[in-house]
C-alpha cells in the first residue's frame, strides 16, 4: 500500500479473520466496527485509527450504521493497536496528502484504546492460552469452570477463532516478533513456545507464506 484509500461497508457487514503481507492503519470516518483479534476484541468508533503490524489476524463485524474507514501505509508496527485520535479531522487530511506521516503522527500522540472485557473466566482462559504449557483445551476449560465446547463457542464469539487456533495465532506472532529481532529459527520456535522448529515452519509458511529462514525483516 503506497496511498490512502477509502472503503465503505454496510450495515451488517462481516469480514472473516485475514491477514494482510504489509503494516496499515484504519482511520475510522463514520459508523464503526468491532474488530476481533488474538489481542482481544475492541470497539472502533469514529476517531480511532487501529494499527495493524504485518501478518496480524483479524476480523471485522460492522454495526447497524455501517462504517466508513480511511486506510493508510503504516511505519513497520511491532504489535497491534487501537488508538483515540486527538483529531480526527486535521489527521483526516494529512492522511489524504501524506499518509505515512499521518500514521506516524497518530502514534505519537494519541490515547491507546484497550480492549473489551469478556467474561472473568474467559479472561482466565486466555491467560491460561498465553502461558508456555500445552495442556488440553479440555483440561483448561475444566480449570475455568466451563465445558470444552461452550469455551470454543465463547472463542470464536469473542476472538474470531477457536481455542487451538488462538494459541496459535500468539505462538505465531510472538515467533515473528523473535524473528524480526534476529532470533534464529530455533531460537524463536523455542522462545514462543512451538515443540519444535519443524511445527514452527508449518505455521507460519501456512500465515503467510514465508519460512523462518526466508522471513522478511520488515
Request: proline content about 7%; some cysteine.
Amino acid at each position: 500500500m503506497r496511498t490512502a484509500y477509502e472503503t465503505r461497508h454496510a450495515a451488517g457487514d462481516a469480514l472473516p479473520v485475514h491477514r494482510h503481507a504489509e503494516s496499515y492503519a484504519a482511520l475510522v470516518l463514520d459508523g464503526g466496527y468491532e474488530e476481533v483479534t488474538a489481542d482481544g476484541r475492541f470497539a472502533c468508533a469514529p476517531g480511532m485509527l487501529v494499527i495493524h503490524p504485518a501478518w496480524h489476524a483479524h476480523g471485522d463485524a460492522f454495526g447497524v450504521g455501517g462504517a466508513v474507514v480511511l486506510n493508510l501505509p503504516a511505519p513497520a508496527a511491532d504489535g497491534f493497536s487501537a488508538i483515540r485520535v486527538s483529531d480526527p479531522e486535521a489527521l483526516e487530511r494529512l492522511a489524504r496528502r501524506d499518509p505515512l506521516k499521518a500514521a506516524e503522527v497518530a502514534r505519537e500522540e494519541c490515547e491507546t484504546v484497550p480492549p473489551l472485557s469478556p467474561a472473568h473466566w474467559l479472561v482466565r482462559l486466555t491467560r491460561l492460552l498465553s502461558a508456555e504449557n500445552d495442556l488440553p483445551i479440555e483440561a483448561m476449560a475444566a480449570q475455568c469452570g466451563v465445558s470444552a465446547e461452550h469455551a470454543a463457542r465463547a472463542c470464536k464469539r469473542w476472538f474470531g477463532l477457536s481455542p487451538v487456533q488462538l494459541r496459535k495465532e500468539r505462538r505465531l506472532q510472538a515467533a515473528i516478533a523473535l524473528l524480526r529481532a534476529g532470533a534464529s529459527p530455533a531460537e524463536a520456535a523455542s522462545g514462543a513456545g512451538f515443540a519444535d522448529q519443524p511445527h514452527l515452519t508449518r505455521l507460519l509458511k501456512q500465515a503467510t507464506g514465508h519460512t523462518p529462514a526466508r522471513f522478511p525483516a520488515r
